[in-house]
């Protein structure tokens, strides 16, 4: 294999054009991974089939308008039914293996038989492939800068729930576990990636005639990748930065900028606050109302209904996450059912990162599991419930991005 197990992973997006089925050009960085050390003589790519069943040895080859998938390409768009106007995300992810994801013209991604999974729908037996997450992929036209469309056919499968999408909220987590909360707005039939959309894709630095693959982790999380003008990743943003962003309000925060920013106007200090207090209250408005709506609607979890004695739903799976009606008690030491903390992994002390929207944080809190099983946040909770001003009626839903991260979603009564 030569020099195949030395490269990193490499990603490309590519799409089908007429002629493509020949011979499909490629990145001379993604071509590199392919390099044996001989010239450039003899490349070949194994190329892993989306049904999971066959590897395909396909040449690498290059000429003088550069890198190319040559001999045996068309053997396996033809099997694969491959057509003009696809997208496909190519991964080299080690020894000169090559992954690929195929987006056809409805944007979403081709299962080819796999078996899509989202926490908290029926599980379905898989058997053929492997699982994925249901994701689909955006060229963004200048249109969708300001809104984005949710694809039909993602919709249309119900990945999301009437439930969620009444939510009317997205949380987008990147790879750094940077959050930014996204209003939905519905037209019909159709659901668009709304209020805060244009600030988001404006701090990460994304531009028209990229590309966003966006992936559903479940209760309304998506992760993304971006892809340039090239085909290649873009690397994402990697600051402790995030949006607050409500019904009536769309503010960028960045924590360093905040405070450079209240020592360089402090005349303006008075009149800042005054307009960010008239849109909490606005906001606390709104909250309110929907908070009367979503308890007409409870339970909404297929796996642990709303349970009145210890005020708490919750899902596990790839995304786990729960949701805690705060009373007295839980105000002052939340508890944990010991059902959810065995199926995600708490099992014992620990620290977890609290991320919210509402403050700048993060805060540090100690995890204590007891010999019932239940868990506990004790050391550290009275401060993010101090600084995040909860009170008894309040929900919190726990978003369990990692054993060591949580983002929390709070819902005023």
């Known amino acids: 294999m030569g020099k195949h197990g030395e490269r990193s992973m490499t990603t490309q997006l590519k799409m089908v054009l007429p002629g493509s089925s020949e011979k499909l050009r490629i990145s001379d960085e993604l071509a590199k991974c392919f390099d044996s050390g001989d010239g450039g003589a003899g490349m070949t790519a194994f190329l892993v089939?989306?049904?999971?069943?066959?590897?395909?040895?396909?040449?690498?080859?290059?000429?003088?308008?550069?890198?190319?998938?040559?001999?045996?390409?068309?053997?396996?768009?033809?099997?694969?039914?491959?057509?003009?106007?696809?997208?496909?995300?190519?991964?080299?992810?080690?020894?000169?293996?090559?992954?690929?994801?195929?987006?056809?013209?409805?944007?979403?991604?081709?299962?080819?038989?796999?078996?899509?999974?989202?926490?908290?729908?029926?599980?379905?037996?898989?058997?053929t492939g492997h699982?994925?997450?249901?994701?689909?992929?955006?060229?963004?036209?200048?249109?969708?800068?300001?809104?984005?469309?949710?694809?039909?056919?993602?919709?249309?499968?119900?990945?999301?729930?009437?439930?969620?999408?009444?939510?009317?909220?997205?949380?987008?987590?990147?790879?750094?576990?940077?959050?930014?909360?996204?209003?939905?707005?519905?037209?019909?039939?159709?659901?668009?990636?709304?209020?805060?959309?244009?600030?988001?894709?404006k701090f990460q630095g994304i531009a028209v005639g990229q590309a966003i693959l966006i992936r559903y982790q479940g209760n309304m999380i998506f992760t993304f990748e971006v892809f340039e003008l090239t085909g290649c990743r873009q690397k994402l943003v990697k600051q402790g930065s995030?949006?607050?962003?409500?019904?009536?309000?769309?503010?960028?925060?960045?924590?360093?900028?905040?405070?450079?920013n209240k020592e360089a106007n402090p005349s303006k200090k008075n009149a800042h606050s005054s307009k960010e207090a008239q849109s909490q209250k606005e906001a606390h408005i709104s909250r309110r109302k929907r908070k009367r709506s979503e308890e007409k609607r409870m339970p909404r979890s297929s796996t642990n209904p709303f349970?009145?004695?210890?005020?708490?739903?919750?899902?596990?799976?790839?995304?786990?996450?729960?949701?805690?009606?705060?009373?007295?008690?839980?105000?002052?030491?939340?508890?944990?059912?010991?059902e959810f903390c065995k199926k995600v992994g708490f099992l014992k002390k620990c620290t977890i990162t609290l991320k919210s929207s509402?403050?700048?944080?993060?805060?540090?809190?100690?995890?204590?599991?007891?010999?019932?099983?239940?868990?506990?946040?004790?050391?550290?909770?009275?401060?993010?419930?101090?600084?995040?001003?909860?009170?008894?009626?309040?929900?919190c839903t726990f978003n369990v991005i990692n054993r060591g991260l949580w983002h929390v979603d709070i819902e005023r009564c």
Request: aromatic share 16%.
């Open 242 to 260: 995030r949006f607050q962003l409500t019904e009536n309000s769309e503010e960028t925060y960045s924590s360093q900028d905040t405070e450079q």
């Open 307 to 338: 349970d009145k004695r210890t005020y708490c739903e919750y899902e596990t799976g790839s995304q786990p996450w729960i949701r805690k009606k705060l009373k007295s008690s839980a105000l002052s030491q939340p508890y944990f059912p010991g």
């Open 358 to 395: 509402e403050k700048k944080g993060p805060w540090e809190v100690q995890g204590l599991v007891y010999e019932t099983g239940k868990f506990k946040l004790s050391k550290g909770w009275s401060t993010f419930r101090w600084d995040s001003r909860l009170k008894e009626g309040d929900v």
């Open 49 to 127: 089939s989306p049904f999971g069943s066959a590897i395909w040895q396909v040449e690498v080859g290059r000429d003088g308008d550069g890198a190319f998938l040559g001999r045996r390409w068309a053997e396996f768009v033809e099997a694969h039914g491959i057509s003009v106007g696809w997208f496909l995300v190519f991964r080299h992810v080690g020894r000169g293996v090559l992954t690929v994801k195929a987006f056809d013209r409805t944007f979403f991604i081709k299962d080819f038989g796999q078996t899509l999974t989202v926490p908290g729908l029926p599980a379905a037996q898989i058997e």
């Open 131 to 201: 699982a994925r997450k249901p994701q689909f992929l955006m060229p963004l036209f200048p249109h969708c800068m300001d809104k984005m469309p949710i694809p039909a056919e993602f919709l249309k499968r119900r990945y999301i729930s009437d439930e969620e999408l009444n939510r009317r909220k997205a949380t987008f987590v990147n790879p750094s576990s940077d959050f930014w909360h996204i209003d939905l707005e519905k037209d019909g039939s159709n659901v668009f990636f709304a209020g805060g959309w244009s600030k988001f894709l």
